[in-house]
């Protein structure tokens, strides 16, 4: 008998689990014999709950809600020696991976996908002893995206953060990072630091558009110091999906890395959307480690 854990949290995406959960279980139990539905009611269910999923039987797991959600049931699942092959229905603002994965941000039209999706190998990361499918990022911008609340993400989307970082920009004060990968030691003075295993951060596909799921790598953007002025002479250039060039930023890829922050000034990071590891932070690759329902 084939066995599915659906995980939805009905706070994701403004509340709008409670529209799409009986739909998804529906087809869900349309490819698999059996479907238990499971709503998180707090922080941590979702990780719990799929790596509980990984040792008690189920076949294939699935969530419904944010990049914060996705995160969660992906460091379950990372943390089982055999991960079960995942699938998830976007419910967030941004939803980086289902971008990057062509996954359909509606919810009705991934959820109408769903028998035509087939599990393919994605790389994840880990920083430290958490797990990111996305992004970790530090700097002006991530922390600056930390704060932005949920009534300006419901009223304006993912522009709030763009909106925000671009103010946060104004007041900046770049950090001092030493970036030690597998062959260099490197030091920086940078304003925003992004470790990337997708094309997609933020919703924008400038940064790395090259980068792709399984490709093995981590796609490591050290923003430059720039002026406020740089910064409305990118905002074009951003918005047009181009990719950013070198007069920003250095782009490299690698497998492994370790960044240390040289400043005394404390500096959060951010995790696939939500507050990640502090400094220094160990960064490793680990390549096609999940299997990921994708329309074919
Ligand atoms: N029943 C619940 N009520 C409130 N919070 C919950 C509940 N279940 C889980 N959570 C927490 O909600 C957090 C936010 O969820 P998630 O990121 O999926 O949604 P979102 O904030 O709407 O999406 P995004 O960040 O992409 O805009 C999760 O990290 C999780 O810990």
Redo the contacts with the bound molecule.
């Keep these: 008998m084939n066995r599915c854990l659906l995980i939805v949290?009905?706070?994701?995406?403004r509340e709008r689990a409670k529209y799409h959960k009986q739909n998804l279980k529906n087809r869900l139990e349309t490819m698999f014999d059996y479907v238990e539905l499971r709503e998180?009611?707090?922080?941590g269910?979702a990780t719990d709950w799929a790596a509980e999923a990984c040792v008690s039987g189920f076949d294939s797991l699935f969530c419904m809600?944010?990049?914060?959600?996705l995160n969660?049931t992906v460091n379950g699942l990372a943390h089982a020696k055999r991960p079960i092959p995942f699938g998830f229905i976007p419910l967030?603002?941004?939803?980086d991976l289902a971008r990057a994965l062509h996954i359909p941000l509606h919810p009705e039209e991934a959820i109408a996908l769903l028998p035509r999706c087939k599990p393919v190998p994605v790389d994840i990361g880990r920083a430290n002893d958490r797990y990111f499918i996305n992004t970790i990022a530090a700097g002006v911008l991530p922390h600056a995206v930390g704060h932005v609340s949920i009534e300006q993400?419901t009223r304006l989307g993912p522009l709030a953060y763009f909106l925000t970082g671009i103010k946060a920009f104004q007041t900046h004060a770049p950090s001092l990072f030493k970036i030690e990968t597998e062959n260099e030691e490197l030091i920086y003075r940078s304003p925003l630091v992004v470790a990337m295993l997708t094309n997609s951060v933020g919703g924008f596909r400038n940064i790395a558009p090259r980068a792709k799921v399984d490709d093995g790598k981590i796609w490591l953007s050290v923003f430059k110091d720039f002026t406020y002025l740089d910064v409305l002479k990118m905002v074009p250039e951003f918005l047009s999906g181009t990719q950013l060039s070198g007069e920003y930023m250095t782009l490299m890829t690698l497998t492994r890395a370790r960044i240390t922050l040289l400043d005394d000034t404390p500096l959060t990071t951010n995790m696939d959307?939500?507050e990640g590891p502090s400094f220094p932070l160990d960064l490793e690759v680990l390549p096609s480690f999940l299997s990921v329902y994708i329309p074919q």
Excluded: C, L, V, Y
């Design positions: 949290n009905p706070s994701s995406g998180t009611r707090q922080s269910d809600g944010g990049d914060g959600t969660e967030g603002t941004i939803n993400k959307g939500d």
